[in-house]
T-cell receptor
Framework: AQTVTQSQPEMSVQEAETVTLSCTYDTSESDYYLFWYKQPPSRQMILVIRQEAYKQQNATENRFSVNFQKAAKSFSLKISDSQLGDAAMYFCAYRSEYNAGNMLTFGGGTRLMVKP | DTGVSQDPRHKITKRGQNVTFRCDPISEHNRLYWYRQTLGQGPEFLTYFQNEAQLEKSRLLSDRFSAERPKGSFSTLEIQRTEQGDSAMYLC?????????????FGSGTQLSVL
């Protein structure tokens, strides 16, 4: 079974600065997808960014980018120019290419606080 | 596109009571998922439907839990004889199955407190 680990329960960043959230995962599969989800106080999980394991190029979405290291099974999220609205819980998630149901396995989350 | 809606938003019940939650997915979505999230943890998969068929259930889904999706539209999750350990947020998500590009849309969850 796959596992996802987020070793930072809480992180803090100054507004306009850059922060990196860590995620490692364990799998024996070669084809999979990795995601970062944001969960604000409204509780709705919002997809931030997605990475296909077969792609060597790191995904980027505006101020959000990832550092995907397949051999190291590491998938970190970098948030540039942090904004107050970025404050939330962030979850790293794994999805197998081989599971027909496409279920997600989530990490335990990192709470990001943004200081004005 | 009104998003995924869940009802109720909060539910407080006494141990031993039955509770039922409802999820209305995005209208054209053929897949519907239920996840459970306990305090300070990430969501855990419970079960999913493709149209009206329940295709997979997690071992977390004990016999006291039952989910339905009649006519492949809304879904209900019922918990019988609730226990304090059932206290959690129950998240629903829906998606349109597309090869290689399935994107999940989540609702805001139902927060269950069992006293």
């Amino acid at each position: 079974a796959q596992t996802v680990t987020q070793s930072q329960p809480e992180m803090s960043v100054q507004e306009a600065e850059t922060v990196t959230l860590s995620c490692t995962y364990d799998t024996s599969e070669s084809d999979y997808y990795l995601f970062w989800y944001k969960q604000p106080p409204s509780r709705q999980m919002i997809l931030v960014i997605r990475q296909e394991a077969y792609k060597q190029q790191n995904a980027t979405e505006n101020r959000f980018s990832v550092n995907f290291q397949k051999a190291a099974k590491s998938f970190s999220l970098k948030i540039s120019d942090s904004q107050l609205g970025d404050a939330a819980m962030y979850f790293c998630a794994y999805r197998s290419e081989y599971n027909a149901g496409n279920m997600l396995t989530f990490g335990g989350g990192t709470r990001l606080m943004v200081k004005p | 596109d009104t998003g995924v809606s869940q009802d109720p938003r909060h539910k407080i019940t006494k141990r031993g009571q039955n509770v039922t939650f409802r999820c209305d997915p995005i209208s054209e979505h053929n897949r519907l998922y239920w996840y459970r999230q306990t305090l300070g943890q990430g969501p855990e998969f419970l079960t999913y439907f493709q149209n009206e068929a329940q295709l997979e259930k997690s071992r977390l889904l004990s016999d006291r839990f039952s989910a339905e999706r009649p006519k492949g539209s809304f879904s209900t999750l019922e918990i019988q004889r609730t226990e304090q350990g059932d206290s959690a947020m129950y998240l629903c998500a829906s998606s349109l199955l597309l090869v290689g590009n399935e994107k999940l849309f989540f609702g805001s969850g139902t927060q269950l407190s069992v006293l």
